[in-house]
Structure formats: C-alpha cells, structure tokens
T-cell receptor, first 113, second 113 residues
Framework: DQQVKQNSPSLSVQEGRISILNCDYTNSMFDYFLWYKKYPAEGPTFLISISSIKDKNEDGRFTVFLNKSAKHLSLHIVPSQPGDSAVYFCAASGGGGADGLTFGKGTHLIIQP | KAGVTQTPRYLIKTRGQQVTLSCSPISGHRSVSWYQQTPGQGLQFLFEYFSETQRNKGNFPGRFSGRQFSNSRSEMNVSTLELGDSALYLC????????????FGQGTRLTVV
C-alpha cells in the first residue's frame, strides 16, 4: 500500500517556465511534508518542507502548496533552470506507524533548453 | 558545517557475508535514520536511532540491524547477505526525531554477488 504517490514518473519543462510536481498521500496522520532533489548515485538534497498547519511555504524559486482536504501537495519551481533537472521526491512524516519518512517513487524532471 | 558522512561509498560483498555501514551525522544532530533505495521499491525506511535508542523500525527482516553511539554516529549491519540486498543505503540526520528537516549523506552503494 503506497501511502505517498507521485503519479508522474517524468516531466519535461522548458527552461524559464514553471515546473509543477505533484504528490498525493493517503494517510491523514501525516503532519509534515518534505521535498527532496536527487541526482544519480547521490543522496537526496533537502529542498523545502511544509507543516500540515500551513497551506503554503516559499523559499526562493521553490514554493510548496498543501491541500489537506484533497491530501495533495505540489512543488512549484519558477523559473525552471537547467540545473533543476533531477529526480524529485516527495516525503511525509508523522504517519502514526514507523516515524521515518515515507517517500513517493519520485518524478524525473527534465528542463529543456 | 560538515554534512552527513557515510562510509564506505562503494562495497562489493558475496552472498552469505555480513556488512557494516557507517554514518556520521551533522554535528548537533541526535537522530539518525537509515533508508534503502532500490529501483523497484524506491526509498524505504529501515530504522531510526535517537540518543542511542532505536525509536522506530521499518518492515525489514531481522538481518538488518543498527546501533548508535554516544557521539550520535551510527552503524548499520546486514547479516547473511542476499542478492536482493544490493541497493543504495542512505543515512539521514536531523536535530530531533520529528524529521522536519532531514539531511542525507551520499549513500553507500552495496553490491552483493
């Protein structure tokens, strides 16, 4: 049972445009959400997080939106840059069971020049 | 401030052997979590240590174990290695056990032959 889902395995966006990465979750006990960026053979790099008591958090070019009623969150990257090409993982914590992070399968973002 | 350090970076072992991986967290962080990443299963939580105590454990067999020392450094051990244990093993450190900002190391790539 996949509690965190990233339904788009890949996404292609033109440089300078907005990249929107989506994530859905099923466990209503999750209370903290994180986004990570990962290059091959490296560990994930923390990007931005959001608490379930908020609906938006912004950090530079990155903004995360949380819709609790829909159990949906999204990461917006504006403007997209070539260096943003990587796999992006959505993660959630506080699921009531094991307290480690529960990850989605990732979305491979490709920024086209 | 030094990041999370994992050693070794690469490891090749034979089926049936055991292996120990090491993780040094960010200075001041007391929580260390371990994750396994495989192409098929994605990133999966193994266990978490906080102040030398295992707080949580994911759904992995007892062959996977770990410990944390008084300086917060952690080791993970896998006994009786199987081919399916080949994976990237990632360690994450955070200040507290809530994983609100968890920072990952580069990982140890384990290949079992």
């Amino acid at each position: 049972d996949q509690q965190v889902k990233q339904n788009s395995p890949s996404l292609s966006v033109q440089e300078g445009r907005i990249s929107i990465l989506n994530c859905d979750y099923t466990n209503s006990m999750f209370d903290y959400f994180l986004w990570y960026k990962k290059y091959p053979a490296e560990g994930p790099t923390f990007l931005i997080s959001i608490s379930s008591i908020k609906d938006k958090n912004e950090d530079g070019r990155f903004t995360v939106f949380l819709n609790k009623s829909a159990k949906h969150l999204s990461l917006h990257i504006v403007p997209s840059q070539p260096g943003d090409s990587a796999v992006y993982f959505c993660a959630a914590s506080g699921g009531g069971g094991a307290d480690g992070l529960t990850f989605g399968k990732g979305t491979h973002l490709i920024i086209q020049p | 401030k030094a990041g999370v350090t994992q050693t070794p970076r690469y490891l090749i072992k034979t089926r049936g052997q055991q292996v120990t991986l090491s993780c040094s967290p960010i200075s001041g962080h007391r929580s260390v979590s371990w994750y396994q990443q495989t192409p098929g299963q994605g990133l999966q939580f193994l266990f978490e240590y906080f102040s030398e105590t295992q707080r949580n454990k994911g759904n992995f067999p007892g062959r996977f174990s770990g410990r944390q020392f008084s300086n917060s450094r952690s080791e993970m051990n896998v006994s009786t290695l199987e081919l399916g244990d080949s994976a990237l093993y990632l360690c994450a450190s955070s200040f507290d056990s809530r994983n609100t900002e968890a920072f990952f190391g580069q990982g140890t790539r384990l290949t079992v032959v």
